[in-house]
């Protein structure tokens, strides 16, 4: 039986997304609901894969199930492909199974040629309409299919609408716009060294083509790594009778959401252009108009998209995103799909869907991606710096948050600047998808054109990034690289603020304020809370770091680093004191001085973090870090010490490692200085005892870092065993606490059984467990890892991403070994990746029993537990 690579719109439903693309998919599924969808045909997923197995090419076989479709469509229309007399023409789109707006490419119009174009002309008598939809498709077509720049066109259409005083495509008739489509031929030919092609069969041919390459185009592979998307899943073509916008002031096409995808407000929101094509509108080619003002000119139209847009939320139970295009007073649906839209939007829409009874709890816990709640977590504009700034200009607010950084205006520049740590807008006339890269590295995006379904305004929601669109009161000369507001010129040495919830542009730093997460946000979190039954611990090393966290739902902190404590400027001193100290009297005098010091400060987290655990790991310093460099500091140490400036340089020098992160740290100090850990261990006890005395009961969890043999952590251990011991019999009472270990050495993992069997606790030190594993440096890596994911040799960056084949696995056998030794054995993982979704939701099921992870990552890592609980729960 011959392979079925093609499905009519009428064959396929909403479950073949896989193979028939999200957009192909939505497609067979709404032509079987009875909407008003443009006949047509999808080219599979499995198509694309082939083609590639193809040497790039379609195959007989392919060609003639494409022939057998067309005939179809052709019944279907009353229509001929390739007519001169009343042509049959098709658009071209790619549908992949996760959407991806914007990425890869689509054409309009195909099947026009000369001929085509006057008979167009004389059926519907309407000249103007058939060149507009000619020089559409020239410069479409170019453009996708043989990769020609679209500005060697646009600057044609420019110099004719100069030639005739106007400012809109619309003011252009049919006479200036036949000169428009011989002049675009021309620059087809010069480039091309051939006319443009007048057969429509090999214009459909190439077009197919160029979607399927699209797939692997630069831009949709940069998005599918930012988005998790399978590289494998190609992408379908669709097919699809043309329905036209641009036939006059009763046609026109838009971009709508079922509701607003900024705010997650329950009413429509979008944008339409009349007597326009779809590109128009999310190109910002012109201002497109509100949807709400449809029900003006067309009242009609507008209650049957708002009856329709209403049909498709319930029948898909989440929010959509539809193109429409209105051919003289009719409706027709071109597209739906589940919309892109920020992270607030996202909670707001899903808490008020259980309100609504379309979804219940579980279901709105698994509808938000763990990732887009970043969103959510990152600063605004204070109140304060928004009432003492005006703004210079006003654009739309796209994308909530707020941005601050210096002018980049390419996106090159944008990626150049950021990756030697500085703050960047990217500031553009209006974004393109080549423009992604930059979009990624910047902190904010403004663009002077372009709606609120601009190419800018969707994927930087998509991003969680601050985006104001549309800014018509700022003129952007990318060319000679200034961007002029109210008069001034900005070049990339200056400074922008933009409010994305707002729209409004200040020039300056303003000063920014961490957000408040209650009322919806604090609902749906309490469903998180409900359904999850791994613990979310932070990463804290101040009461600032502990506070924020706790307002993000910390359960505790799993990672205290006391070495984080110690470069404020009258403790660092101290520290270098002690470690450059020539005899143990001079160390002791410096560890008297930290004791107190290090006293308070877990005093104060304990006492912010009441009852609630707190795991402190011991001194973990590459000794780098904290020696002196300067000539002044050296000579002030070198009097308090009573040491020659000399003998100090030379103990300087003895110290220094060819690399530290394996060198001289974590608990090899303690070997050779037991004084430092015992000084740390009495300062935990008796930090946590004066909390006993405020009545909040505390149970100290004292981590012993790096260890990978059991004789060296027994060691360190019976030391501060010891120490704690002298503090209950000089205090005259005793308190609980816990002894643990971290687990980020490979023979740590490799011999848990015995170290489980001196421990209470495992936590898992994921970043160094991933630089020793893969023997990568943690600091150096960068400088060649994305040539490594650029030549797929890593599916992920292993310092992002966890990997469980390499790392998962010592992980798993320190938790299958440990266990086995200990049954009573907590576990945890403090390295960063504890906050990244998909090692939460692994790590779930290896058995930890929490989490840690910075402060704004911690309602992410919440989130993806429960996920995770709910969909695959682990015996209790």
């Given at each position: 039986m011959?392979?079925k690579?093609v499905?009519?719109?009428?064959?396929?439903d909403?479950?073949?997304r896989?193979l028939?693309?999200g957009?192909?998919?939505?497609?067979a599924?709404?032509?079987?609901?009875?909407?008003?969808?443009?006949?047509?045909?999808?080219?599979?997923t499995?198509?694309?894969?082939?083609?590639?197995?193809?040497d790039?090419?379609i195959?007989?076989?392919?060609k003639k199930?494409?022939?057998?479709?067309i005939?179809d469509l052709?019944?279907?229309?009353?229509?001929?492909?390739?007519?001169t007399e009343?042509p049959?023409?098709v658009?071209?789109?790619s549908g992949?199974?996760i959407?991806m707006?914007?990425?890869?490419d689509?054409?309009l119009?195909?099947g026009?040629?000369?001929?085509?174009?006057?008979?167009?002309?004389?059926?519907?008598?309407n000249?103007r309409?058939?060149?507009?939809s000619?020089r559409r498709?020239?410069?479409m077509f170019a453009?996708?299919?043989?990769?020609?720049?679209?500005?060697?066109?646009?600057k044609?259409?420019?110099?004719?609408k100069?030639?005739?005083?106007?400012?809109e495509?619309?003011?252009?008739?049919?006479?200036?716009?036949?000169?428009?489509?011989?002049k675009?031929?021309?620059?087809?030919?010069?480039?091309?060294?051939?006319?443009?092609?007048?057969?429509p069969?090999?214009?459909?041919?190439k077009?197919i083509t160029?979607?399927f390459?699209?797939?692997?185009?630069?831009r949709?592979?940069?998005y599918?790594?930012?988005?998790d998307?399978?590289?494998s899943?190609?992408?379908?073509?669709n097919?699809?009778?043309?329905?036209?916008?641009?036939?006059?002031?009763t046609?026109g096409?838009?971009?709508a959401?079922?509701?607003?995808?900024?705010?997650?407000?329950?009413?429509?929101?979008?944008?339409y252009?009349?007597?326009?094509?779809?590109?128009?509108?999310v190109?910002?080619?012109?201002t497109?108009?509100e949807?709400a003002?449809l029900?003006?000119?067309?009242?009609?139209v507008f209650?049957?998209?708002h009856?329709t847009?209403?049909?498709?939320e319930?029948?898909?139970?989440d929010?959509?995103?539809?193109?429409f295009?209105i051919?003289?007073?009719?409706?027709?649906l071109?597209?739906?799909?589940?919309?892109?839209?920020t992270?607030?939007?996202a909670?707001k829409?899903?808490?008020?869907?259980v309100?609504?009874?379309?979804?219940?709890e579980k279901?709105?816990?698994?509808r938000i991606?763990?990732?887009?709640?970043?969103?959510?977590?990152?600063?605004t504009?204070?109140?304060?710096?928004i009432k003492?700034?005006?703004p210079?200009?006003?654009g739309?607010?796209?994308?909530p948050?707020?941005?601050?950084?210096?002018i980049?205006?390419t996106?090159k520049?944008?990626?150049?600047?950021?990756?030697?740590?500085?703050?960047?807008?990217?500031?553009r006339?209006?974004t393109?998808p080549?423009d992604?890269?930059g979009?990624?590295s910047a902190?904010?995006?403004?663009t002077?054109?372009?709606?609120?379904?601009s190419h800018?305004a969707?994927?930087a929601?998509?991003m969680?990034?601050?985006?104001v669109?549309?800014?018509?009161?700022?003129?952007?000369?990318?060319?000679?690289r200034?961007?002029?507001?109210?008069?001034?010129k900005?070049?990339?040495?200056?400074v922008?603020?933009?409010?994305?919830?707002?729209g409004?542009?200040?020039v300056?730093?303003?000063?920014?304020?961490?957000?408040k997460?209650e009322?919806?946000?604090?609902?749906?979190?309490?469903?998180?809370?409900?359904y999850?039954?791994m613990?979310v611990?932070t990463?804290?090393?101040?009461?600032?770091?502990a506070?924020?966290?706790?307002?993000?739902?910390?359960?505790?902190?799993g990672l205290?680093r006391?070495?984080h404590?110690?470069?404020?400027a009258?403790?660092?001193?101290?520290?270098?004191?002690?470690?450059?100290?020539h005899?143990f009297e001079?160390?002791?005098e410096a560890?008297d001085?930290i004791?107190p010091?290090?006293?308070?400060?877990?005093y104060?987290i304990?006492s912010l973090?009441?009852e609630r655990p707190?795991?402190?790991?011991?001194l973990d310093?590459p000794?780098?870090?904290?020696?002196?460099?300067?000539?002044?500091e050296?000579?002030?140490?070198?009097e308090?010490?009573n040491?020659?400036?000399?003998?100090v340089?030379?103990?300087?020098?003895?110290?220094?490692e060819?690399?530290?992160m394996?060198?001289?740290?974590?608990?090899?100090?303690?070997?050779r200085?037991?004084?430092?850990?015992k000084?740390?261990?009495?300062?935990?006890?008796?930090?946590?005892?004066?909390?006993h005395?405020?009545?909040?009961?505390?149970?100290?969890?004292?981590?012993i870092?790096?260890s990978?043999?059991?004789?060296?952590?027994?060691y360190v251990?019976?030391?501060v065993k010891?120490?704690i011991e002298?503090v209950f019999?000089e205090?005259g009472?005793?308190?609980d606490?816990l002894?643990?270990?971290?687990?980020?050495?490979?023979?740590?993992?490799i011999t848990?059984?015995?170290?489980?069997e001196?421990?209470d606790?495992?936590?898992?030190?994921?970043n160094?467990?991933?630089?020793?594993?893969?023997?990568?440096s943690?600091?150096?890596?960068?400088?060649?890892?994305?040539l490594y994911?650029?030549?797929?040799?890593f599916?992920k960056?292993p310092?992002?991403?966890?990997?469980?084949?390499?790392?998962?696995f010592?992980v798993?056998?320190a938790v299958?070994?440990?266990?086995?030794?200990?049954?009573n054995?907590?576990?945890?993982?403090?390295?960063e990746?504890g906050g990244e979704?998909?090692?939460?939701?692994?790590?779930?099921n290896v058995g930890?029993d929490?989490?840690?992870?910075s402060?704004?990552?911690?309602?992410?890592?919440?989130?993806a537990a429960?996920?995770?609980?709910?969909?695959?729960?682990?015996n209790?």
């Amino acid at each position: 039986m011959t392979e079925k690579y093609v499905y009519n719109f009428n064959e396929g439903d909403k479950d073949m997304r896989s193979l028939l693309g999200g957009k192909g998919a939505n497609l067979a599924e709404m032509t079987n609901m009875g909407i008003n969808v443009p006949y047509g045909f999808t080219v599979t997923t499995e198509a694309c894969a082939r083609f590639y197995k193809e040497d790039k090419k379609i195959w007989e076989d392919l060609k003639k199930e494409i022939t057998n479709h067309i005939k179809d469509l052709e019944e279907h229309n009353g229509k001929t492909f390739g007519s001169t007399e009343d042509p049959l023409l098709v658009s071209v789109r790619s549908g992949a199974p996760i959407s991806m707006p914007g990425m890869m490419d689509t054409i309009l119009n195909l099947g026009l040629n000369d001929d085509a174009v006057i008979g167009l002309s004389k059926k519907t008598n309407n000249e103007r309409f058939a060149y507009d939809s000619y020089r559409r498709f020239i410069q479409m077509f170019a453009d996708v299919a043989m990769g020609i720049n679209k500005n060697n066109f646009e600057k044609v259409l420019s110099a004719k609408k100069d030639e005739k005083g106007v400012t809109e495509d619309t003011e252009l008739d049919a006479n200036d716009l036949k000169d428009v489509v011989e002049k675009y031929k021309k620059v087809y030919k010069d480039i091309e060294g051939e006319d443009f092609p007048q057969e429509p069969r090999e214009q459909l041919d190439k077009a197919i083509t160029a979607v399927f390459a699209s797939w692997n185009n630069e831009r949709a592979i940069l998005y599918r790594r930012l988005n998790d998307i399978d590289d494998s899943m190609g992408t379908a073509v669709n097919v699809q009778s043309m329905v036209f916008g641009n036939m006059g002031e009763t046609s026109g096409t838009g971009v709508a959401f079922s509701r607003n995808p900024a705010t997650g407000e329950n009413k429509l929101f979008g944008e339409y252009l009349m007597n326009a094509q779809g590109e128009d509108v999310v190109a910002g080619v012109r201002t497109p108009k509100e949807i709400a003002t449809l029900k003006d000119s067309l009242p009609e139209v507008f209650n049957q998209f708002h009856d329709t847009a209403e049909k498709l939320e319930q029948h898909y139970k989440d929010m959509q995103d539809m193109e429409f295009t209105i051919q003289e007073g009719q409706l027709f649906l071109l597209q739906t799909r589940n919309g892109k839209r920020t992270a607030h939007a996202a909670v707001k829409v899903a808490v008020d869907m259980v309100h609504e009874g379309l979804l219940n709890e579980k279901e709105a816990v698994l509808r938000i991606d763990p990732k887009d709640l970043d969103g959510l977590l990152h600063p605004t504009l204070s109140q304060k710096s928004i009432k003492e700034n005006e703004p210079v200009a006003k654009g739309l607010a796209a994308s909530p948050g707020a941005a601050v950084g210096y002018i980049a205006f390419t996106a090159k520049e944008a990626k150049k600047r950021a990756a030697k740590g500085i703050d960047v807008i990217l500031v553009r006339e209006e974004t393109s998808p080549e423009d992604l890269e930059g979009m990624v590295s910047a902190v904010g995006i403004l663009t002077a054109r372009g709606g609120m379904t601009s190419h800018a305004a969707v994927v930087a929601r998509g991003m969680g990034k601050c985006c104001v669109s549309g800014a018509h009161e700022i003129y952007v000369n990318e060319d000679e690289r200034f961007v002029r507001i109210d008069g001034k010129k900005y070049s990339d040495q200056d400074v922008l603020s933009i409010d994305g919830s707002t729209g409004n542009i200040y020039v300056g730093a303003l000063e920014t304020e961490n957000p408040k997460l209650e009322g919806t946000f604090g609902e749906f979190m309490s469903w998180v809370d409900k359904y999850r039954d791994m613990k979310v611990r932070t990463n804290a090393d101040t009461p600032h770091d502990a506070k924020q966290a706790l307002e993000f739902g910390a359960e505790g902190i799993g990672l205290c680093r006391t070495e984080h404590m110690f470069f404020k400027a009258d403790r660092i001193f101290q520290v270098r004191k002690m470690i450059l100290a020539h005899n143990f009297e001079t160390r002791k005098e410096a560890l008297d001085k930290i004791l107190p010091m290090q006293e308070d400060d877990f005093y104060q987290i304990y006492s912010l973090m009441g009852e609630r655990p707190v795991t402190v790991r011991l001194l973990d310093p590459p000794l780098h870090e904290f020696l002196p460099r300067g000539q002044e500091e050296i000579r002030t140490l070198a009097e308090d010490l009573n040491m020659e400036i000399s003998e100090v340089k030379k103990r300087i020098l003895d110290l220094e490692e060819v690399n530290p992160m394996l060198g001289f740290r974590g608990l090899r100090l303690g070997v050779r200085y037991p004084e430092i850990s015992k000084m740390q261990a009495r300062a935990i006890i008796q930090a946590a005892m004066h909390c006993h005395e405020d009545g909040i009961n505390v149970v100290p969890e004292i981590m012993i870092p790096l260890s990978s043999d059991v004789k060296e952590l027994a060691y360190v251990k019976a030391q501060v065993k010891e120490e704690i011991e002298k503090v209950f019999e000089e205090k005259g009472k005793k308190i609980d606490y816990l002894l643990g270990t971290m687990i980020e050495i490979p023979r740590a993992a490799i011999t848990a059984d015995q170290i489980g069997e001196i421990t209470d606790f495992f936590s898992f030190g994921t970043n160094d467990l991933t630089q020793m594993t893969f023997g990568l440096s943690r600091d150096d890596a960068g400088k060649f890892l994305d040539l490594y994911l650029d030549k797929d040799i890593f599916a992920k960056d292993p310092f992002q991403v966890l990997d469980q084949k390499g790392v998962g696995f010592l992980v798993e056998t320190a938790v299958e070994r440990g266990k086995k030794a200990n049954p009573n054995l907590h576990l945890g993982i403090c390295g960063e990746h504890g906050g990244e979704p998909t090692t939460v939701k692994y790590l779930y099921n290896v058995g930890l029993d929490y989490v840690s992870c910075s402060p704004f990552r911690v309602p992410i890592a919440k989130l993806a537990a429960a996920q995770e609980a709910i969909e695959h729960p682990r015996n209790k």
